[in-house]
C-alpha cells in the first residue's frame, strides 16, 4: 500500500469538544510503511487548564502561557496531514476536537478517510483483552513512553498501525474478499482500507486458506481441533484412598517435587482432605476457606481422584466468569502435572456462549441483514475470528456493550439448530462442547447452567452425582434469579423484530425472496407456501399491536401506582393485597384481557409456521431455506415462552410462596416494562431438586459463616434436613495469613451518625475525612459504597482537594463502567484513589502495596424495599422470626467480609480498614461483623487518632 497516512493525537482540558479545548497536538507522517516525519506543538488553550488533566499530562498554565493559540497552529498542522489518510487511537474523539478546530479557525470540516486503530485492532487481533492504547502496545511490544504526551501516544499509535497493517496484508485472500462484499456498499469507516488490501499487491496476499482452515457456504472457518476423548477413564486407579489424595500436597508428595520452595499449608491439607471424605461417605459439606487457602486444588484433586477410582463424573461450579477462566488457565495445567494418570477434565458453558456458524453465514452471506456501521464491525470481527477460534467461545472476544448485544444474533440456540442438516453440524463449536462434556471425568461449568439444569429437570447437563459449588454464598441470590420467571416487552418486541423488521427485513421476508428463487415444479405448492408466508407477514402486525397494548397497558398501570425506583426505573410490587383496591383491580382485568388477545395472536402464528414447515417439507434440503425456517420457528417459540411467562406471572398475583415485582422505564418512548418472579424461599426449592437428588455437593466460599457459625447458611441454602439426617458435613479453615499482623481496623467514633443526618452533610464531612487519609498512604486507596449516588457525590467533593496533592481519584460508573480497566488505570498510577460501589465488594483482587488502606463509608445492608429482601423480611415477620437478626445482618455480614477480603491478598500484604459507619461498635448487632472478621488488629478513637495510627501501621513494614 503506498498510501500517506497520518497519525494523529491531541491532549485537551476535557471531553467535550465543543467545550474543551486542544493543549497539545502530536502527529506522525507515515509513507511506504515507515514513519517520515513528525509534527508536534503545544496550544495556549486560553481557559484554565483543570488539575487532573495537568497531571495526566503534564501540562500546566504556567507552561503553555507563552505557547501559540489555536488559530496560529491550525494553519501549520493542516498542510501535515493535507491529502493523508487520518489514523487516530479512538478516532471519533480525536475527529471531534479536530473539527472543531478547523471550524474555530475558519477551515471547512474534515471529510476524508479516518482509521480507527481500535475498530482495526478489535478485527486484526480479536481476543485482545483490553484495546487501551497501553495495554495493545504492551502486549505486541510496542514502545509507549510517556503515555498522555501527544506525540509519544501518536507515535505509539503509529507503530500500533503499522503492526495492524501487517496483520492484514497477511489475511486470507477469500476472508478480505468477504468483508469487501459484507462492506461494499455501506457507510463503514475501514471499507476502503478492506478493499484497497483486496485490490492490492497481490503477491504478498494469501490465496489460500491457512492452514488447518476450511470453508463451508464461503465462510472459512478453523474446524474444531480438539479431540473428543473416549469416556470416562475410570479404572486408572483401583481405589479412592484419602490419604493417596492429600499426599499430592503434602511435603515430598509430586506438588513439592514441582516447585522449588513449596510450603505446605495446613488448611488446604484439611479442606481437601474433608472433600475426600465427603465424596467418599457420600454427604453434603459446606467448606468456609479464608483467603489464601488455595480452595480450588483443594477440590479439584479429589474431584479427579473420585471420578477416576469410581467412573462417577463430577461437576465443579463456578459463580464468575474469573473463577472458571483460572481453573482452566492456572489449575487445570497444575493438576495434569501432579497427577499421575490421566484424566479429562473440561469446561462446559451454556449453549448461549457459543457461536454459532449457521448464523454467520446467513448474515455474512446476506449482506442486507447487516445495518448499521456496529453491526458491520461486530460480523466483519465475527470472520476474521473465526479463522482463529478453536472454541467458539464469546468469553475469547473482549465484546463491548453494543456488540454484546449482536452477539445474540449468532448465538447457538436449541430452537434454532438444524442439527445434522447443518453442514457445519460435525465441527460444531457447541456440539463438539457438548460431547467433550459428555465424556469428561470432571466438567467445569457455572452455576447458572447448575440451576438451568436443576429447573430443566437435570436434560442440560451430563449426568452427574457429585458437585462442588464454589463461590457458593451467591447460591441463594443465584437460585433465587434462576428458579424464579422474567419477561419483558424487548424480549416480545426483540423476537418480532427478528421475525419482520419492516416488510424488507427480517426472517419471513428472507424466507420469502429464498421461495422466490427455489421456486420450480409444482406451482401450486409454491403458490400456498408464498401466501402462507405472505399471511405469516401480515400477522407480525397484529402480534405487534397486540404486544404493544398488553405492554402499553402495563406501562402505565405501573408509572400510576409504583412505589419506588430502581436503577432509574420505577418498581411495583404486587402483594397479595395490592388488588384490594377495586380501581387497581378493574386496570388488572383489563391487562388480563389484553393478554389473552395476545395469546391467541400468538397461537395463530404458530399455526402458521406449522403450515409452513408443512409445505415446506420438498425445500429443506436447501440449507439456507432449512436454517432460515427453523430461525423462524425459534423466534416463534420465543414469543409463546414469552406469551406462558407473562401469563404465569399475571396467574401468580397473590401466590404467599412467591415475590412479583414490575420495573418500567418512564424516559422511554416504548413500553419498556419487565416482570418478574421469585420465590420467596429457595430452601426448600434446592433440598428438594438438588440436595436430595445428589450423593455429595461441597460448597466451598471464603465467606459462609456468621459468627464463626455456619447455622445462617444452612438455612438458607436447604441444608437443614441433610443436617437432621447426618448427611451434612461442616468445616471451618483459616486463612494462613497472620490477620493481626496483617490487617488494621478502625473505626473513627466521632464520624457522622448514618441516621438523622442528610446525605449531603454527610459526604461532606466524608470527604474531607478521605482526603487527610488519602494523604497519609498518598493514594493506594480503595473506598466501597452502598449507593451510587453517594459515591458520585463523593466523588465531586474528593476529586478537587486530592487533584491539589497530585493524587487522582478514580470512580465506577464515571470515570468508566468497566471494574477491569478501572482497576488497572488504579495501579498504573502511583497515586491513585479507586471508589466502587456493589461490584467492588468482592472479585477485587490487588496484591501487594498498591492496595494499602480500604475504607468502609457503609455496612452493606441491602435497600430494606428490595421486593425480594422486602418479600422475605415480612415472611419472617408473620413466623414470629426476627428478619433483622435472622436475615438482614447475616447477609450484610457476608457482604462486609467479601469487602474486608480485598485488602490482604498474599502473606506479604499489610494494609489498614477504616469504616465509617459507627453501628459496627455502637448497635448491638455491630460485633458480629467484627467477630465474623478473620482478627485483625482493632482500633477506635476520633478521626485525628484514627489518621494517625493508619499512619503509624503503613509506615511500619511488616514483621516489626
Ligand atoms: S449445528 Fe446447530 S448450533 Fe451448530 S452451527 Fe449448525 S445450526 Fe448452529
Same mark, same amino acid.
Given at each position: 500500500?503506498?498510501?500517506?497516512?497520518?497519525?494523529?493525537?491531541?491532549?485537551?482540558?476535557?471531553?467535550?469538544?465543543?467545550?474543551?479545548?486542544?493543549?497539545?497536538?502530536?502527529?506522525?507522517?507515515?509513507?511506504?510503511?515507515?514513519?517520515?516525519?513528525?509534527?508536534?506543538?503545544?496550544?495556549?488553550?486560553?481557559?484554565?487548564?483543570?488539575?487532573?488533566?495537568?497531571?495526566?499530562?503534564? $501540562?500546566?498554565?504556567? !507552561? &503553555?502561557?507563552?505557547?501559540?493559540? /489555536?488559530? *496560529?497552529?491550525?494553519?501549520?498542522? =493542516?498542510?501535515?496531514?493535507?491529502?493523508?489518510?487520518?489514523?487516530?487511537?479512538?478516532?471519533?474523539?480525536?475527529?471531534?476536537?479536530?473539527?472543531?478546530?478547523?471550524?474555530?479557525?475558519?477551515?471547512?470540516?474534515?471529510?476524508?478517510?479516518?482509521?480507527?486503530?481500535?475498530?482495526?485492532?478489535?478485527?486484526?487481533?480479536?481476543?485482545?483483552?483490553?484495546?487501551?492504547?497501553?495495554?495493545?502496545?504492551?502486549?505486541?511490544?510496542?514502545?509507549?513512553?510517556?503515555?498522555?504526551?501527544?506525540?509519544?501516544?501518536?507515535?505509539?499509535?503509529?507503530?500500533?498501525?503499522?503492526?495492524?497493517?501487517?496483520?492484514?496484508?497477511? $489475511?486470507?485472500?477469500? !476472508? &478480505?474478499?468477504?468483508?469487501?462484499? /459484507?462492506? *461494499?456498499?455501506?457507510?463503514?469507516? =475501514?471499507?476502503?482500507?478492506?478493499?484497497?488490501?483486496?485490490?492490492?499487491?497481490?503477491?504478498?496476499?494469501?490465496?489460500?486458506?491457512?492452514?488447518?482452515?476450511?470453508?463451508?457456504?464461503?465462510?472459512?472457518?478453523?474446524?474444531?481441533?480438539?479431540?473428543?476423548?473416549?469416556?470416562?477413564?475410570?479404572?486408572?486407579?483401583?481405589?479412592?484412598?484419602?490419604?493417596?489424595?492429600?499426599?499430592?500436597?503434602?511435603?515430598?508428595?509430586?506438588?513439592?517435587?514441582?516447585?522449588?520452595?513449596?510450603?505446605?499449608?495446613?488448611?488446604?491439607?484439611?479442606?481437601?482432605?474433608?472433600?475426600?471424605?465427603?465424596?467418599?461417605?457420600?454427604?453434603?459439606?459446606?467448606?468456609?476457606?479464608?483467603?489464601?487457602?488455595?480452595?480450588?486444588?483443594?477440590?479439584?484433586?479429589?474431584?479427579?481422584?473420585?471420578?477416576?477410582?469410581?467412573?462417577?463424573?463430577?461437576?465443579?461450579?463456578?459463580?464468575?466468569?474469573?473463577?472458571?477462566?483460572?481453573?482452566?488457565?492456572r489449575d487445570i495445567p497444575l493438576l495434569q502435572q501432579v497427577i499421575p494418570f490421566d484424566f479429562n477434565i473440561e469446561v462446559f458453558k451454556g449453549r448461549g456462549n457459543y457461536v454459532c456458524m449457521r448464523k454467520v453465514a446467513t448474515h455474512v452471506n446476506n449482506p442486507g441483514l447487516v445495518t448499521d456501521p456496529a453491526e458491520t464491525t461486530f460480523f466483519v470481527r465475527m470472520v476474521a475470528w473465526l479463522i482463529e477460534t478453536e472454541g467458539g467461545d464469546r468469553e475469547e472476544l473482549s465484546l463491548n456493550g453494543e456488540q454484546a448485544d449482536h452477539w445474540n444474533k449468532v448465538a447457538s440456540g436449541a430452537d434454532s439448530c438444524i442439527m445434522k442438516a447443518c453442514p457445519w453440524f460435525r465441527n460444531c463449536y457447541y456440539h463438539r462442547a457438548r460431547a467433550r462434556a459428555q465424556n469428561a471425568d470432571v466438567l467445569i461449568t457455572n452455576h447458572s447452567l447448575v440451576l438451568t439444569d436443576v429447573k430443566a429437570d437435570h436434560n442440560v447437563l451430563p449426568g452427574y452425582q457429585f458437585l462442588v459449588l464454589d463461590e457458593a454464598h451467591h447460591m441463594e441470590d443465584e437460585a433465587t434469579k434462576h428458579l424464579g420467571t422474567e419477561v419483558s416487552y424487548f424480549q416480545m418486541y426483540g423476537a418480532l423484530n427478528r421475525l419482520l423488521r419492516d416488510k424488507n427485513r427480517g426472517l419471513l421476508f428472507q424466507l420469502l425472496q429464498k421461495v422466490d428463487v427455489l421456486q420450480s415444479g409444482d406451482s401450486s405448492a409454491y403458490e400456498d407456501l408464498r401466501a402462507t408466508l405472505e399471511t405469516s407477514m401480515e400477522q407480525i402486525g397484529d402480534l405487534r399491536d397486540a404486544n404493544e397494548d398488553v405492554f402499553r397497558q402495563l406501562h402505565d398501570f405501573i408509572l400510576k401506582h409504583a412505589n419506588g425506583t430502581d436503577a432509574g426505573r420505577q418498581t411495583m410490587r404486587l402483594k397479595p393485597d395490592t388488588f384490594d383496591d377495586e380501581t387497581l383491580q378493574t386496570a388488572w382485568e383489563g391487562i388480563a384481557s389484553a393478554s389473552e388477545n395476545l395469546q391467541s395472536e400468538v397461537r395463530a402464528m404458530r399455526k402458521l409456521v406449522g403450515r409452513l414447515e408443512e409445505l415446506s417439507e420438498d425445500l429443506m434440503k436447501d440449507e439456507m431455506f432449512a436454517g432460515t425456517l427453523t430461525d423462524i420457528s425459534g423466534q416463534v417459540k420465543e414469543l409463546d415462552q414469552g406469551w406462558q411467562d407473562l401469563a404465569y406471572f399475571l396467574r401468580s398475583v397473590g401466590s404467599e410462596s412467591s415475590v412479583l415485582w414490575m420495573e418500567a422505564d418512564d424516559k422511554s418512548m416504548r413500553p419498556v416494562v419487565f416482570l418478574y418472579s421469585a420465590p420467596i424461599d429457595v430452601g426448600p426449592l434446592l433440598h428438594t431438586h438438588l440436595f436430595s437428588k445428589k450423593e455429595s455437593v461441597v460448597l466451598a466460599s471464603a465467606t459462609l459463616t456468621i459468627n464463626q457459625d455456619f447455622k445462617y447458611v444452612i438455612h438458607q441454602l436447604g441444608l437443614y434436613e441433610s443436617n437432621v439426617q447426618g448427611r451434612l458435613m461442616t468445616l471451618q479453615v483459616d486463612s494462613p495469613f497472620d490477620y493481626k499482623k496483617q490487617a488494621l481496623l478502625c473505626v473513627p467514633n466521632d464520624c457522622l451518625p448514618v441516621k438523622g443526618v442528610a446525605e449531603d452533610v454527610f459526604t461532606t464531612s466524608f470527604a474531607e475525612s478521605l482526603t487527610n487519609l488519602a494523604r497519609v498512604s498518598q493514594g493506594r486507596m480503595l473506598v466501597l459504597f452502598t449507593s451510587h449516588r453517594m459515591l458520585r457525590e463523593t466523588y465531586h467533593k474528593v476529586k478537587p482537594m486530592l487533584a491539589e496533592h497530585g493524587i487522582t481519584v478514580l470512580a465506577h460508573g464515571v470515570d468508566s463502567s468497566s471494574r477491569h480497566r478501572l482497576v488497572q488505570e488504579f495501579q498504573r498510577h502511583p497515586k491513585a484513589v479507586l471508589f466502587g460501589a456493589n461490584s467492588f465488594w468482592e472479585g477485587v483482587d490487588i496484591p501487594g502495596e498498591?492496595?494499602?488502606?480500604?475504607?468502609?463509608?457503609?455496612?452493606?445492608?441491602?435497600?430494606?424495599?428490595?421486593?425480594?429482601?422486602?418479600?422475605?423480611?415480612?415472611?419472617?415477620?408473620?413466623?414470629?422470626?426476627?428478619?433483622?437478626?435472622?436475615?438482614?445482618?447475616?447477609?450484610?455480614?457476608?457482604?462486609?467480609?467479601?469487602?474486608?477480603?480485598?485488602?490482604?491478598?498474599?502473606?506479604?500484604?499489610?494494609?489498614?480498614?477504616?469504616?465509617?459507619?459507627?453501628?459496627?461498635?455502637?448497635?448491638?448487632?455491630?460485633?458480629?461483623?467484627?467477630?465474623?472478621?478473620?482478627?485483625?488488629?482493632?482500633?477506635?478513637?476520633?478521626?485525628?487518632?484514627?489518621?494517625?495510627?493508619?499512619?503509624?501501621?503503613?509506615?511500619?513494614?511488616?514483621?516489626?
Open positions: 500500500m503506498s498510501e500517506t497516512y497520518v497519525v494523529f493525537d491531541f491532549e485537551t482540558t476535557g471531553f467535550t469538544a465543543h467545550k474543551d479545548r486542544i493543549i497539545e497536538i502530536g502527529a506522525v507522517k507515515i509513507q511506504d510503511g515507515r514513519v517520515v516525519e513528525r509534527f508536534h506543538r503545544r496550544v495556549n488553550p486560553g481557559i484554565k487548564i483543570p488539575p487532573y488533566i495537568s497531571e495526566l499530562t503534564g $501540562l500546566t498554565d504556567e !507552561l &503553555l502561557e507563552d505557547e501559540p493559540s /489555536l488559530e *496560529e497552529v491550525m494553519p501549520e498542522f =493542516l498542510p501535515f496531514y493535507h491529502d493523508a489518510i487520518l489514523v487516530a487511537h479512538n478516532a471519533d474523539f480525536d475527529l471531534r476536537f479536530l473539527n472543531a478546530a478547523l471550524d474555530e479557525s475558519g477551515y471547512l470540516d474534515y471529510v476524508g478517510e479516518v482509521i480507527d486503530t481500535v475498530q482495526l485492532a478489535q478485527i486484526l487481533w480479536p481476543r485482545e483483552s483490553s484495546y487501551s492504547l497501553q495495554s495493545l502496545a504492551t502486549h505486541h511490544n510496542l514502545a509507549h513512553d510517556h503515555p498522555h504526551q501527544a506525540l509519544s501516544d501518536a507515535e505509539t499509535t503509529a507503530n500500533l498501525f503499522l503492526a495492524l497493517l501487517d496483520r492484514a496484508q497477511k $489475511l486470507p485472500f477469500l !476472508l &478480505l474478499q468477504q468483508i469487501t462484499g /459484507l462492506t *461494499e456498499y455501506t457507510d463503514w469507516p =475501514l471499507r476502503h482500507f478492506f478493499r484497497r488490501l483486496a485490490e492490492g499487491n497481490t503477491s504478498i496476499l494469501q490465496f489460500d486458506e491457512p492452514e488447518g482452515c476450511v470453508t463451508i457456504d464461503r465462510l472459512m472457518h478453523r474446524p474444531v481441533q480438539i479431540a473428543v476423548a473416549e469416556s470416562p477413564a475410570g479404572g486408572a486407579l483401583s481405589d479412592f484412598d484419602v490419604s493417596e489424595v492429600v499426599s499430592v500436597l503434602e511435603k515430598g508428595g509430586p506438588m513439592s517435587d514441582l516447585m522449588p520452595g513449596y510450603e505446605e499449608r495446613p488448611q488446604q491439607l484439611d479442606m481437601l482432605r474433608q472433600v475426600a471424605v465427603a465424596f467418599e461417605e457420600q454427604k453434603h459439606l459446606i467448606v468456609e476457606a479464608g483467603t489464601g487457602t488455595g480452595k480450588s486444588l483443594a477440590y479439584l484433586i479429589p474431584s479427579v481422584y473420585y471420578s477416576i477410582a469410581k467412573g462417577e463424573r463430577v461437576v465443579v461450579a463456578t459463580h464468575t466468569i474469573n473463577l472458571q477462566e483460572q481453573l482452566r488457565e498498591d492496595l494499602s488502606l480500604l475504607v468502609i463509608a457503609r455496612l452493606p445492608f441491602w435497600p430494606p424495599n428490595q421486593p425480594v429482601v422486602e418479600a422475605r423480611t415480612e415472611k419472617m415477620e408473620r413466623e414470629g422470626r426476627n428478619s433483622f437478626m435472622e436475615y438482614s445482618v447475616p447477609q450484610a455480614i457476608i457482604r462486609f467480609k467479601q469487602g474486608f477480603g480485598r485488602l490482604i491478598r498474599t502473606k506479604r500484604d499489610r494494609g489498614a480498614i477504616v469504616i465509617y459507619d459507627r453501628r459496627i461498635t455502637e448497635s448491638r448487632y455491630g460485633r458480629h461483623f467484627i467477630r465474623s472478621l478473620p482478627g485483625p488488629w482493632t482500633y477506635q478513637g476520633t478521626e485525628r487518632e484514627v489518621l494517625k495510627t493508619v499512619y503509624n501501621w503503613l509506615k511500619t513494614p511488616l514483621g516489626e
